[in-house]
């Protein structure tokens, strides 16, 4: 197949259309977006490291980690530089190619600004690709982070703009922009994707496909959580052991393959909530289009799946590593 144009401008009309398709022949489509650029048996493995835990001034209903919320989660102060050289340590020791550092603030405080810009310049000392996702940065702070040497920025819409006022109400959908705009215009590269199964339509997943894929640039990272319905948290009490709570898997890889066809170039992650999908579901998501996952036992506060059980995975579906091209 030729390689497939990178487009800024989908229509939601064409995306419901994508959406609609017959499954075989939307799978079939996205396998040939992906098989245009990837190799579509090797994928990309990232992982995670809470470096500041709980007490978050914001109230996304979904978060294990707002202080809004009674979750039972400890908070705690930013982590030390040891500690975090030694986590991204065993992350690269155990196949990982980049380590995303969250912390879980509304913003960075300037105090905070030091270690962290050390913490980026260590973990890129290992050889790993650096993320971090600390919440809303000015121009300054993205530039400054850029300098250090980040490579990502984790930042997500979460959803579309129609539903994004029923997860969160301490920031908007604008607010989330700006900040993707400052670390684009650093030069950063951006990783920004969002959760499914929060109880939204689907025109919402359409509506935060369409907000991703007309961004002016595609973000380099997509990763596709599933929500982890966290006791406590308004969108986990409401959606436990509900149906809604448990998308429709289908629905799910429907959404990944939309995700692939829309921004044939990007890294489109399978995250959060893994750890009770079915191997088939996952199979079907790299199918699909995914070419990344988060591997470790721990996500930032929740559990994921475990080395044993990804290395058994990757041994079923006869996958492999991705090799990343190098970078200066
Ligand atoms: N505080 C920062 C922020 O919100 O940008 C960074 C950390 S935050 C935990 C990163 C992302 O994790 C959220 O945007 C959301 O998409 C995802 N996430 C958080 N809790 C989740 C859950 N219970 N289930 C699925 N995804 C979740
Ligand atoms: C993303 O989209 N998913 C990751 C990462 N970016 C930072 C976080 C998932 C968190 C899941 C819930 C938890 O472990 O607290
Ligand atoms: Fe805070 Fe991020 Fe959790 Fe929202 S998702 S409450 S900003 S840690």
Redesign the pocket.
Known sequence: MQQPQIRTDWSRAEIAALFDLPFNDLLWQAQQVHRARFDANAVQRSTLLSIKTGG?A?N?G????SAAFETGLKATKLSGLEDVVEAAKAARDGGSTRFCM????RSPKERDMAPLLEMVREVKALGLETCM???MLTPDQAGRFADAGLDYY???L?SSPEYYGQVVTTRTYGDRLDTLEHVREAGISVCC???VGMGEAREDRIGFLHALATLPAHPESV?I??????AG?PL?DMLRGTPMGEIDEIEFVRTVAVARILMPGSMVRL???RESMSASTQALCFLAGANSMFTGDKL?T?GNAGANADAALFERLGLTDMVLEATE
């Open positions: 978050c914001e996304c979904y978060c294990s980690q969250g912390a879980a603030w996702t600390l919440g984790n930042h997500n979460d994707g969002g959760i990763p959580n599933q929500l982890v319905p966290v948290t986990g995250s959060a909530g930032l929740t």
